[in-house]
């Protein structure tokens, strides 16, 4: 459009220029002044005007060439994703063209940044969610282990087929609720007065009154919990059968501490008074196995058991 008004006004300004020689010619013949010519002035006027149109569609022209190269190169950087920035060339449709797709451009922008953020989300929950499959099957295996270790221990020390039943539904039980009080931790930290607690179960208050405990406000790690919280369901069972809290007037103490040398490891001290003399076994019992043979490997640590005429006590130690 811009080539086809340039090429008319040249066509005017063609036309008209050889009118206004030959009056120029005809106004300096006849000593007349150009300006006093109205003919002579309308005419150099209307070249004047004509010159000057010429003048504005070149520039306009060239304004267009270059917003119209400048467009095109912003479309490339759109394509390519590319950093876009846009100068005004004052042509107003392109400048709106360029304007609206600049801020087409910060929208996508925006989106791509936020579906990268939620890319890396679903990347992070994947990894944590193939973590948590890795522990859970570990922490499956070892609680599997604990169960036939505890089963086959239960069998050698049964006597019927009941008492079989009754012991291993009763160790079952606390791994039960040990499992339960881990899960509602997330499998992370377990205080020691709550698992002892729940190891304990004591399901009588009298018997409640007649256990003391007391330590340091520790928590520990879920990986040492379940074995440590059945050790000590196990010296709680001895107690109730044979130790403390077989007669009316015996009484248990449970305390824990931390020692760091040079890491930190806690220790828990089981105390019996108050119950039937105690005399040394001579031959360990299936119990004693399996709380040092079994349950202090899988808690990592160690118990010693020291037996004076005024009940047992034991020692427990692990590493947190």
Not at 5 to 24: E, G, N, S
Request: charged share 20%; net charge neutral.
């Amino acid at each position: 459009m811009a080539d086809k008004k340039i090429t008319r006004v040249l066509l005017i300004v063609f036309l008209l220029d050889p009118i206004l020689a030959a009056q120029m010619a005809t106004a300096r013949a006849s000593d007349d002044a150009t300006i006093n010519n109205p003919s002579t002035f309308v005419l150099a006027t209307a070249l004047a005007l004509c010159m000057a149109l010429v003048i504005l569609l070149v520039i306009s022209r060239r304004r267009h060439t270059a917003a119209q190269t400048q467009l095109a190169e912003l479309s490339e950087k759109l394509q390519s994703g590319a950093e876009v920035s846009w100068r005004r060339t004052g042509v107003v449709e392109i400048d709106a063209i360029a304007r609206t797709l600049t801020e087409v451009d910060e929208r996508l922008k925006l989106k791509r940044q936020r579906l990268s953020e939620v890319t890396e989300q679903i990347h992070a929950a994947e990894e944590h969610r193939r973590a948590m499959n890795l522990e859970l099957h570990h922490r499956v295996n070892n609680a599997l282990a604990m169960i036939q270790g505890i089963a086959n221990i239960t069998a050698r020390s049964a006597t019927d087929i009941v008492s079989f039943r009754s012991n291993l539904s009763d160790r079952i039980q606390c791994v039960s609720r040990i499992s339960t009080l881990l899960v509602s931790k997330s499998w992370s930290t377990i205080p020691v007065r709550e698992l002892a607690e729940t190891a304990l179960a004591y399901g009588d208050p009298e018997l409640e009154g007649r256990i003391d405990m007391g330590g340091e406000n520790i928590d520990l790690r879920s990986q040492i919990s379940l074995a440590l919280g059945m050790t000590l369901h196990e010296l709680f069972t001895n107690a109730l059968h044979h130790g403390a809290l077989s007669n009316a007037t015996g009484r248990i103490t449970l305390n824990w501490f931390v020692e760091n040398n040079p890491s930190p490891k806690l220790t828990l001290i089981w105390s019996e008074t108050g119950g039937p003399e105690v005399a040394p076994q001579s031959q360990p019992g299936v119990g004693h196995y399996l709380m040092k043979d079994v349950l202090a490997r899988q808690f990592g640590g160690d118990i010693a058991f020291s037996f004076a005429s005024h009940g047992m006590r034991a020692m427990m130690t692990t590493e947190i």
